[in-house]
């Protein structure tokens, strides 16, 4: 019975040609569109975050800005990081020192505001993620983005044809730039061009790129200073979260503390106070009894030491004490001089008894000029226990700051960090998918909007398919009650019905489908020079990007299908319901 | 003849006659280092290659007490209203049109123009900068003429990280210790910036550098002139250095 009832729907479908064919138009238009526009979405997320974001800030970044100062990106003991990373790196996945810094770009006779991005050839690359670089720079006139390792050419630097235009430079010439390095001075240096490139995409107008190494020099970064570390992932949308979580969990700060001692005196440990009136408020009853220029004690270079400490070492108020300690990455020791402003005294043992307790402003100064050894474990036994009173109080190794869930989570903790004025470094573990909610967004949004224009263009064209079935029905009325008198059940026909409008959308849909693909394939053959113009945002090299997704199809395609079976419904249920004698005595 | 010669030698190998960089620097905070609070108005014209000249004007009040600094800008029409407070380790950034205050950092620049906060904080010369020496650890320090001006020419380098130079040579006057001219150095040794001092006048003891000109040598054709005009010395309220005033004076 199944194979009649297909018959009939089939005879039927081709029965009435045109009106199957204008229908199935219309069906297929609508899928085309659907698919079309649900692939340029994707396309568009595609660009921004897998062509843009990845490169900018990988699937995971791990970035640090010191003194609140978003443009000061260093760590200063950056083999720590690297060590945490290492350790917890999905498989698969590779890291690459980030850096990129404003700064004013002098060509021949013109100057602009340039990016300097600085390129790590010593990240783990796959040969997939060398060819997707090299797609990203596109050179004209020969050369490869390669040619930035070039050893015996000063400070090799590359740039799109864009800012090569601007800055009026040709390969070859000698470009300069002016730049603020990571101690807040001026620094200046002379780059090579060794190659102009096609920008993949409008974010890659902006920046020059130089050799990492090379721009860490010219930046003044010394050799165990990091400036930022972005991670790639095979499969972001999996791994991205619970990596960043995990770095999160694993770079929790330390209390920062130099173990040093006072020449033939004594030992001296030195710790950071929180300088905010909050905590200030909190540390100054801890104190005890200060003794001493109590105003200048919590001034940005102030200094407290303990009573018991000042005794054994023989220090009054007033003193400078010199203490020398061990640097991390320094055979030799340091030292370094603090005034004693106050002395404190406590009955109990809230705060470390035989410390120095320097105000954060000068205590960071100290501690990230030249990173000190961790203490030995008989002075790491009398640091504050972790989540102790003085713990609190006391200036941490740096600032771990909170995950984030959104772009707008992120651009008020970025607000907080200038209100704030940490002056320790802040760390930050976070992925593309928080720092670039807004594209997802855009692109839920983009699909949203497309969904519900397709779907009124689909009212129209099922007030169609109703239509064409209300007159299917009317001219077969007689044939109806011909089929149910020689015994075709009711269903049979309502299926029938159903099967017709079901096959004629599953090939028009299909057919959309097609369209789809080939309008993409025409569509993103077209070039488009808008360099210049923020609709670039939406190309990859100068052409529209679709990305078709197999769920997408095949979810539309049902969803089209589910639609026009429910449409089709209530009319064949009514053609089915038609007694036998009343259809047949029916005529027009 | 022996002894002349050897006291010749000695002469010049210590350079006598010449001052040490130190009691130079000592000199010229000496010479300006006001113990009191100031006010004055504050006018910078910038000349940028290929494009017209931005006259900023602000109005400055700094207290030295508290580390205190307020700027109110007063021109161009864009700027008018908005205004920068500086009070100890607090900086804050006032938006006329939006009527908030923001944090910001030190190395903000001021009203569009290219000073940045930390050119208005007063900090000790001889604490960011000392002598620069030879390979023979002597001092850079010279006699020359400046114009028709006898004057000192010394180099210094810094003493601390956080100084937009690490390197300067100033031409400072023999007979008063005023800084007439100063050039400014990147770490890569590139001339970045000259700096003119072309007129000073005297407050309260001080001597105030009231038209300056910098000149920018790394992107040529870019200059500012600075001057300063209405210097009053008197005692600033306690008032002036908070947020209110500065909102209600930006209505």
Request: aromatic share 10%; proline share 4%.
């Amino acid at each position: 019975m199944k194979s009649v009832i297909l018959n009939i729907s089939l005879r039927n479908l081709l029965r009435q040609k045109r009106r199957s064919l204008l229908l199935g138009i219309a069906i297929a238009f609508g899928a085309m569109i659907l698919v079309l526009s649900n692939a340029f979405a994707n396309g568009l997320s595609d660009i921004l975050f897998n062509k843009v974001m990845k490169f900018v800030t990988g699937h995971v970044s791990v970035t640090f800005s010191e003194k609140g100062n978003m443009f000061t990106q260093v760590f200063r003991d950056g083999d720590r990081i690297m060590t945490v990373l290492k350790e917890h790196m999905p498989p698969h996945s590779a890291y690459s020192e980030a850096i990129g810094v404003f700064c004013r770009g002098i060509g021949n006779g013109k100057a602009d505001n340039v990016i300097l991005v600085g390129i790590d050839f010593n990240a783990q690359t796959t040969p997939e993620e060398l060819e997707e670089a090299k797609q990203n720079f596109k050179m004209i006139g020969g050369g490869d983005f390669t040619d930035l390792k070039d050893t015996t050419i000063e400070n090799p630097v590359l740039l799109s044809k864009e800012k090569a235009k601007y800055l009026n430079l040709k390969k070859g010439d000698l470009m300069r730039i002016r730049v603020t390095d990571i101690n807040g001075q001026y620094q200046a240096a002379r780059l090579n061009v060794v190659g102009i490139f096609e920008p993949a995409n409008i974010f890659m107008s902006t920046p020059i790129f130089v050799e990492l190494s090379r721009v860490k020099k010219i930046l003044g970064y010394g050799p165990h200073e990091i400036a930022g570390v972005n991670i790639t992932l095979k499969n972001p949308t999996r791994d991205a979260i619970p990596l960043a979580d995990t770095l999160f969990n694993h770079l929790k700060p330390d209390l920062a503390v130099i173990s040093g001692s006072v020449k033939g005196r004594g030992k001296l440990q030195i710790f950071g106070y929180r300088s905010d009136t909050t905590f200030l408020k909190r540390l100054k009853p801890l104190l005890g009894q200060l003794t001493g220029d109590t105003a200048a004690a919590f001034r940005s270079n102030g200094a407290v030491l303990s009573k018991s400490a000042a005794t054994g070492l023989g220090i009054s108020i007033g003193d400078t004490v010199r203490v020398s300690y061990s640097p991390k990455y320094n055979p030799s020791p340091v030292s370094v001089r603090f005034v004693v402003s106050a002395l404190y005294s406590m009955a109990d043992a809230a705060l470390p008894q035989e410390a120095l307790l320097v105000n954060e402003s000068r205590f960071y100064d100290v501690f990230y000029m030249n990173w000190p050894a961790a203490p030995i474990a008989e002075e790491s036994a009398l640091l504050p226990k972790k989540g102790s009173c003085a713990d609190s109080l006391l200036a941490p190794e740096w600032v771990l700051l909170d995950r984030c869930k959104n772009t707008d989570e992120v651009k008020k903790r970025y607000k907080e960090i200038g209100k704030l004025k940490w002056k320790a470094v802040t760390v930050d573990a976070q992925t593309m998918y928080e720092t670039g909610s807004d594209i997802l967004k855009l692109e839920s949004a983009l699909k949203l909007i497309t969904l519900w224009a397709v779907m009124i263009l689909f009212f129209i064209i099922l007030i169609g398919v109703i239509n064409t079935l209300r007159m299917t029905i009317r001219e077969r009325t007689r044939e109806i009650g011909t089929l149910r008198s020689i015994g075709m059940q009711k269903k049979d026909v309502r299926n029938s019905f159903i099967l017709e409008t079901g096959l004629l959308s599953l090939f028009a849909s299909l057919i959309g489908t097609l369209l789809a693909f080939l309008a993409m394939h025409l569509l993103s053959l077209f070039y488009f020079d808008v360099s210049d113009n923020p609709m670039g945002i939406l190309l990859n090299n100068g052409h529209l990007h679709f990305l078709p997704t197999a769920a997408g199809i095949v979810g539309y395609n049902l969803l089209i299908l589910a639609i026009a079976v429910i449409t089709a419904f209530f009319p064949a249920r009514r053609a089915a319901n038609l007694p036998p004698a009343a259809a047949l005595r029916h005529y027009e | 003849m022996r002894t002349i010669l050897l006291i010749a030698l000695f002469v010049v190998s210590t350079g006598f006659g010449l001052p040490g960089a130190d009691e130079l620097l000592k000199r010229l905070e000496n010479n300006y280092k006001m113990g009191n609070d100031i006010s004055a108005t504050v006018s910078l014209t910038q000349q940028k290659a290929g494009q017209g000249a931005k006259l900023i004007n602000m109005l400055y009040y700094r207290r030295d007490t508290d580390n205190s600094f307020l700027i109110i800008m007063t021109g161009p029409e864009s700027e008018k209203g908005n205004g920068y407070l500086r009070v100890g380790d607090n900086f804050w950034m006032y938006r006329r049109n939006t009527r908030t205050f923001q944090h910001v950092n030190r190395d903000e620049n001021i009203g569009g123009s290219d000073a940045k906060g930390d050119d208005f904080e007063t900090r000790n010369l001889t604490e960011l900068y000392e002598g620069a020496k030879d390979s023979s650890g002597k001092e850079i320090i010279s006699e020359e003429i400046l114009g028709k001006i006898p004057v000192w020419k010394m180099e210094i380098k810094a003493k601390v990280k956080d100084v937009d130079y690490p390197k300067k040579i100033y031409w400072v006057q023999q007979s008063n210790g005023l800084l007439l001219k100063e050039t400014a150095y990147s770490s890569s040794h590139t001339l970045m910036q000259t700096s003119y001092y072309l007129k000073y006048t005297q407050v309260a003891g001080k001597f105030v550098p009231v038209n300056q000109i910098f000149i920018d040598e790394f992107e040529k054709g870019n200059k500012t002139i600075l001057e300063i005009s209405g210097i009053v010395t008197k005692k600033l309220e306690d008032a002036l250095f908070t947020k209110p005033y500065l909102e209600n004076l930006s209505k």
